[in-house]
C-alpha cells in the first residue's frame, strides 16, 4: 500500500479565517513533506517532517504553521493567508528523509483564498 | 540552487505513437525518479533510478539513468488516451530535497 490520504480535498477560506489541511500515511514513512503548486508549475518544497521533527522550512511565510502530532499525520495550519496562496497543497512521504528514496504523493488539497 | 532541465515543455502526439522526454543536469545524481500528475490529482511514482546506466520498465514505460548521471529519458510505447497528463522527472543529489523538472505536458490524439 502506497496511499498518502489528505484532506479537505477542496477548501474556499477567506483572508481572515483559520483553517487546517490533514494528511496521514501508514507506510511506515518516517519522512513527511508538504509542497505547494501552482498551474503549470512543478512542486515547490515548503517543510520536510524527518522523524516527527521539523527539519527544513524552505522560508514559508509564518501564515503556514506545520505540525507533526505522530509519525503517520501531518498538518498544515492556515491563518490570515493572502489570494496568491491560492494553489494545489501536496503532502508526501518517503522512508527516510532527503536521501535516494522514494517520495510517494496525496491527491492534494486544491485552497482558494478569497 | 540545482535545476533540472526537462525537454520538451510540451507533446502533441497521435494515439499509438512512441513518445520520448528527457531530463539533464549540470550536477551528478544518486537518484532520478518520473512521476506523472493528471489534472487536480497528485503525482504519482511511475519509476525509480538508482544506479547508472539503469534501465528499468514499468508496463508500455521504460526510463533510463544515464552512463554520466547527470540525465535520465522516459520512453512511452504505443501511447493510448489515458496517457494525457504532466510528467515531471525528479532527482537527489547527496543529502538534498528532491529536485523537480518543470515538466512535460502531453496531449494524445485519438
Known amino acids: 500500500d502506497t496511499e498518502v490520504t489528505q484532506t479537505p480535498k477542496h477548501l474556499v477560506m477567506g483572508m481572515t479565517n483559520k483553517k487546517s489541511l490533514k494528511c496521514e500515511q501508514h507506510?511506515?514513512?518516517?519522512?513527511m513533506y508538504w509542497y505547494k503548486q501552482k498551474a503549470k508549475k512543478p512542486p515547490e518544497l515548503m517543510f520536510v517532517y524527518s522523524y516527527e521533527k521539523l527539519s527544513i522550512n524552505e522560508s514559508v511565510p509564518s501564515r503556514f504553521s506545520p505540525e507533526c502530532p505522530n509519525s503517520s499525520l501531518l498538518n498544515l495550519h492556515l491563518h490570515a493567508l493572502q489570494p496568491e496562496d491560492s494553489a494545489l497543497y501536496l503532502c508526501?512521504?518517503?522512508?527516510?528523509?532527503?536521501?535516494?528514496?522514494?517520495?510517494?504523493f496525496g491527491p492534494g488539497t486544491r485552497l482558494t483564498v478569497t | 540552487g540545482q535545476q533540472l532541465n526537462q525537454s520538451p515543455q510540451s507533446m502533441f502526439i497521435q494515439e499509438g505513437e512512441d513518445v520520448s522526454m528527457n531530463c539533464t543536469s549540470s550536477s551528478i545524481f544518486n537518484t532520478w525518479l518520473w512521476y506523472k500528475q493528471d489534472p487536480g490529482e497528485g503525482p504519482v511514482l511511475l519509476i525509480a533510478?538508482?544506479?547508472?546506466?539503469e534501465l528499468t520498465s514499468n508496463g508500455r514505460l521504460t526510463a533510463q539513468f544515464g552512463i554520466t548521471r547527470k540525465d535520465s529519458f522516459l520512453n512511452i510505447s504505443a501511447s493510448i488516451p489515458s496517457d494525457v497528463g504532466i510528467y515531471f522527472c525528479a532527482g537527489h543529489s547527496g543529502n538534498t530535497p528532491l529536485v523537480f523538472g518543470k515538466g512535460t505536458r502531453l496531449s494524445v490524439i485519438a
Open positions: 508526501a512521504s518517503s522512508q527516510v528523509p532527503h536521501e535516494s528514496d522514494e517520495q510517494y
Open positions: 507506510m511506515g514513512h518516517r519522512a
Open positions: 533510478l538508482y544506479k547508472a546506466g
